[in-house]
């Protein structure tokens, strides 16, 4: 009589990928159906081509929560996936970073700024997990249409270690007629503080010698927004 087995099926994502039929390994699948037919562990399987790339993008995805987790991953918590060496790391870090900047250029193309809250909803996956400090300067045309971002500042937000020249550096060489100031909180509570205030303070009298307004400051926390402009903090007529 044959016995029944009680023991739970194999996880697939155990299986080397070595052990799959050609027809089925990640790098076959993506060519033979398109990457869009993928599961999100084929895809990053496919990035790290590991013997065990199935298994490690399926930790990966557990350790970080999600891509958006593993994007703002650092090279030296990847590579404590076991069989994950620096060079894998970094290809990883590579692909999810073009995706990144992909993903800004398309925006970039049509992204008109109304409100506080557009802008939030631009930055807010990006910036609201970042570990550090991240100061960003958005540029905007005479019809408040997205030209540039650029992050000019990363560690603690203080106004004397901001250098007002830099923040309109780029404004200037573009042409802009409008800047909007966002920073992130890592502590994930928006609140402003005193030194947020006098940066905005800082900025707008400096946007005067240069005839580029500065339409807000807006601070990021976990999943919520703070408008300066809206509170009425440094932008006092």
């Known amino acids: 009589m044959q016995q029944t087995s009680f023991l739970p099926p194999q996880d697939p994502y155990q299986i080397k990928v070595r052990d799959l039929p050609i027809s089925e390994r990640p790098v076959t699948r993506l060519r033979k159906v398109g990457v869009q037919a993928l599961s999100t562990i084929e895809i990053l399987a496919a990035l790290l081509q590991t013997p065990d790339a199935l298994g490690q993008a399926q930790q990966l995805l557990v350790q970080f929560g999600s891509l958006a987790g593993l994007v703002n991953a650092h090279e030296e918590e990847i590579t404590q996936?076991?069989?994950?060496?620096?060079?894998?790391?970094?290809?990883?870090?590579?692909?999810l970073e073009c995706s990144r900047r992909l993903a800004m250029?398309?925006?970039?193309?049509?992204?008109?700024?109304?409100?506080?809250?557009?802008?939030a909803q631009l930055l807010m996956a990006e910036m609201s997990n970042l570990e550090q400090e991240h100061f960003k300067v958005l540029m905007l045309d005479t019809r408040n249409r997205l030209l540039a971002d650029e992050t000019i500042y990363v560690g603690s937000l203080n106004a004397s270690?901001?250098?007002?020249?830099?923040?309109?550096?780029?404004?200037?060489?573009?042409?802009a007629a409008a800047i909007i100031v966002v920073h992130n909180h890592p502590s994930g509570d928006p609140t402003?503080?005193?030194?947020?205030?006098?940066v905005t303070r800082q900025l707008i009298a400096a946007s005067m010698l240069v005839d580029i307004e500065v339409?807000?400051?807006?601070?990021?926390g976990r999943q919520r927004f703070v408008s300066l402009r809206e509170r009425g903090l440094g932008f006092e007529s």
């Not at 250029?105 to 802008?119: C, L, M, Q």
């Not at 339409?215 to 990021?220: C, G, M, R, T, Y």
């Open 161 to 175: 270690h901001i250098r007002i020249a830099e923040v309109f550096k780029d404004a200037i060489r573009r042409n």
């Open 105 to 119: 250029e398309s925006i970039h193309d049509r992204y008109t700024v109304r409100s506080p809250a557009d802008v």
């Open 81 to 95: 996936i076991e069989g994950l060496g620096p060079a894998a790391a970094a290809r990883l870090k590579a692909a």
């Open 192 to 198: 402003p503080s005193p030194e947020d205030v006098e």
């Open 215 to 220: 339409l807000d400051h807006l601070i990021i």
